[in-house]
């Protein structure tokens, strides 16, 4: 972004900044906000102001004052990220970066430095890379992850539930995630409370981040050397299988971005449909015949508190405009997600519930769009669901009032939710249940999108060895051949 391009279309001079004492917040040259330091602890306050100063797209500054342009509308979020000819994720293509104003120990560096990863490459590159992960999703059995989910569900509720009290975003909120994404990977065994910490360090840029990156690197390696070795029915091997032919490095590279990027999207969902379960009386009605089930918390979530609140960032390829400002090659963009999902020209009322609409940008979207949205979306939906299941007295352990937040550019994610209950006993949690999960809910519990009839829960080729005693004529025939090929065609 070069500085005459700064500030509205037509302006030629730019704004002065305030005088010294001046009670202006989060002012820096050329007058523009900053989307750091003290001033801007409350992102949302600054981006309506942006919104209010400057319109759908708004001039700003990121640490050490590099500026930015901040993407406020809802639809010019979408034309920016569907419009690969105008705007590209690579970042090497930033002009502060390209003149040095981004010095290397840029606090958002982590975010900036350009990789060999599916998140930045364009063209062919992109396609090959891309290809390989999602190639490898598709082959992820959903059925069987949300039997996994579920499982892991009540091994972390057997933790607690003991207890009559919980602290949800540490004991189960940023746990749940990393369990199901151990199995997902294929590495179960490598489990434990030091992958999880690292995970949640790694993205915030702090002192131990470089270390808690050397040991999630280690893991995946470890990983991507044994499934190289012997594959498995797990996403890594398939990964490595792929087609696209990717290098062990790119392997344990494109690992660490869908864990990372998996673990804190999902940790942050949860938190975030959990808090909406307890304290929105709209879903605590269901249990009375009220309106919100468990899906649509999650997406009323996606839509008020999305798991990233930005992205960082997109970079012009060309001149071009968008929402009325002159864009320069260079520029960078941020692509805001919690701003545009308020944008007032798609939301006038942001209090209004909106189910059954899915056009929030919580998983971005154009060829960069999260290829693992329906994973996050069954963690939260399996997860919450079979919690209220075992937990059903669950209330908030405090005023919501007294609920805080820890933001940063890129997020805003719950510290704590601390709940009460009626303590209750471990239940025994099966390798493999014998039912799928969504029979485990009362009937008056929509889970998720409607699905067929249930199945029979035990496989129709377990016939009794002798027929019972007691069998009268009425009993039901044996089925047709049309029936019995049917079944056979559905998996019965």
């Not at 992960?133 to 057997?158: C, E, F, P, W, Y």
Request: glycine share 8%.
């Amino acid at each position: 972004m070069t500085p005459e391009s700064l500030f509205p279309t037509g302006t030629d001079a730019p704004t002065a900044g305030p005088p010294p004492g001046c009670p202006a917040h989060g002012i820096g040259p050329g007058g523009l906000r900053r989307l750091y330091g003290p001033d801007a602890e409350d992102l949302e306050a600054v981006y309506e102001k942006l919104r209010e100063e400057h319109g759908a797209v708004a001039p700003a500054l990121l640490h050490d004052d590099v500026p930015i342009w901040v993407v406020l509308g809802h639809t010019e979020n979408m034309h920016m990220v569907r419009s690969p000819s105008q705007y590209s994720r690579d970042t090497r293509l930033w002009a502060p970066l390209q003149d040095g104003a981004v010095k290397p120990d840029h606090p958002l560096m982590p975010h900036l430095a350009w990789q060999p990863l599916c998140c930045y490459a364009e063209g062919e590159e992109h396609l090959r890379l891309r290809g390989a992960v999602t190639g490898a999703m598709s082959t992820i059995d959903h059925r069987g992850i949300r039997r996994h989910i579920n499982r892991a569900t009540q091994q972390l509720v057997n933790k607690f539930c003991e207890e009559g009290r919980a602290e949800l975003v540490t004991q189960f909120a940023e746990r749940l995630p990393m369990v199901v994404m151990c199995e997902i990977f294929g590495m179960p065994e490598e489990y434990n409370d030091r992958l999880v910490e690292c995970a949640r360090d790694l993205p915030k840029g702090t002192e131990t981040a470089i270390a808690s990156n050397a040991y999630i690197m280690e893991v995946l390696m470890r990983l991507t050397s044994r499934r190289r070795a012997e594959p498995q029915d797990d996403f890594t091997s398939h990964l490595i299988n792929h087609p696209a032919r990717l290098t062990d490095e790119e392997v344990s590279q494109h690992l660490r971005l869908v864990l990372i990027v998996a673990y804190e999207s999902t940790a942050n969902l949860l938190a975030n449909v959990l808090r909406v379960v307890l304290t929105d009386p709209r879903f605590r009605a269901q249990l009375n015949g009220g309106q919100m089930t468990v899906p649509q918390a999650v997406e009323q979530s996606l839509w008020d508190e999305p798991p990233f609140s930005t992205v960082l960032g997109y970079f012009a390829k060309q001149e071009t405009e968008l929402g009325g400002q002159r864009i320069r090659k260079g520029d960078g963009l941020l692509m805001g997600i919690a701003p545009g999902n308020v944008d007032p020209r798609v939301r006038p009322d942001t209090r209004a519930n909106m189910h059954g609409n899915r056009s929030h940008l919580a998983f971005s979207g154009g060829s960069h769009e999260c290829p693992g949205q329906d994973i996050g979306r069954a963690i939260a939906d399996v997860g919450v669901d079979a919690l209220l299941t075992r937990l059903p007295d669950v209330e908030l352990a405090c005023e919501e009032d007294e609920l805080s937040w820890r933001e940063s550019i890129s997020n805003r994610h719950l510290v704590e939710l601390p709940v009460q209950f009626a303590p209750k006993p471990q239940q025994e949690v099966t390798a493999r249940p014998a039912h799928p999960v969504s029979s485990q809910r009362p009937n008056n519990w929509q889970f998720s999108a409607p699905k067929p009839p249930p199945v029979a829960s035990e496989p129709v080729t377990a016939a009794p060895a002798a027929p019972a005693p007691s069998a009268t004529p009425e009993a039901t025939p044996r089925p047709g051949v049309f029936q019995r090929l049917m079944r056979w065609w559905r998996g019965d």
